[in-house]
């Protein structure tokens, strides 16, 4: 069935380093993949997202393109922030409605 | 536009006690569902409606009914408490079935089963 799977956490980085969370899927047909974003005591937000292959998706300085041929959609940031710490879920919806959630990988950042 | 709400924010059950988790959406979204949140395993879907009068099953359904009698509301009910759902449930919506979309995220509820 499908699948994603993200590095594990907990991620720390100081403050304006560069962020790489790495993401793979599987999944039949095409599916359209997801970063997601919980800050503490939130709900999930769409932090990014691509629909198509070589789709690039970005949002507060946050990248992320979409790789068929790795099936892959690595999140990057160039210069982090301490308000980025947060946990990030890579998702992937293919061939209906229904998302698939990876694990998530916390992140903190030092000021 | 209050987005996705869920009620109430906190909860603690005795084991075998029933409950309701209340998600209501302002958007007119025709998808909803309920996902469950434990450490190191994401999300796993629970139930899921693609409008009303229309429910089915996710990864997780045992122990666990819905109903869908507005488009509005997606109640998540609790049948008989256990500690394996002590857990952080998240109602979300999104607007279109059968095509890729956003999904929009209630704020949570955090059961404990004692």
């Known amino acids: 069935g499908d699948s994603v799977t993200q590095m594990e956490g907990p991620v720390t980085l100081s403050e304006e380093a560069f962020l790489t969370i790495n993401c793979t899927y599987t999944?039949?047909?095409?599916?359209?993949l997801f970063w997601y974003v919980q800050y503490p005591g939130e709900g999930l937000q769409l932090l990014l997202k691509?629909?198509?292959?070589?789709d690039k998706g970005s949002n507060k300085g946050f990248e992320a393109t979409y790789r068929k041929e790795t099936t892959s959609f690595h999140l990057e940031k160039g210069s982090v922030q301490v308000s980025d710490s947060a946990v990030y879920f890579c998702?992937?919806?293919?061939?209906?409605?229904?998302?698939?959630f990876g694990a998530g990988t916390r992140l903190f950042v030092k000021a | 536009n209050a987005g996705v709400t869920q009620t109430p924010k906190f909860q603690v059950l005795k084991t075998g006690q029933s409950m309701t988790l209340q998600c209501a959406q302002d958007?007119?979204?025709?998808?909803m569902s309920w996902y469950r949140q434990d450490p190191g395993m994401g999300l796993r879907l629970i139930h899921y409606?693609?409008?009303?009068?229309?429910?089915d099953q996710g990864e997780v359904p045992n122990g666990y009914n819905v109903s869908r009698s507005t488009t509005e509301d997606f109640p998540l009910r609790l049948l008989s408490a256990a500690p394996s759902q002590t857990s952080v449930y998240f109602c979300?919506?999104?607007?279109?079935?059968?095509?890729?979309?956003?999904?929009?995220f209630g704020p949570g509820t955090r059961l404990t089963v004692l």
């Open positions: 998702a992937l919806t293919a061939g209906g409605f229904k998302t698939i």
């Open positions: 999944a039949t047909g095409y599916p359209s």
């Open positions: 979300a919506s999104s607007s279109r079935t059968g095509v890729a979309d956003t999904q929009y």
């Open positions: 409606s693609v409008g009303a009068g229309i429910t």
């Open positions: 958007m007119n979204h025709e998808y």
């Open positions: 691509a629909t198509k292959a070589d």
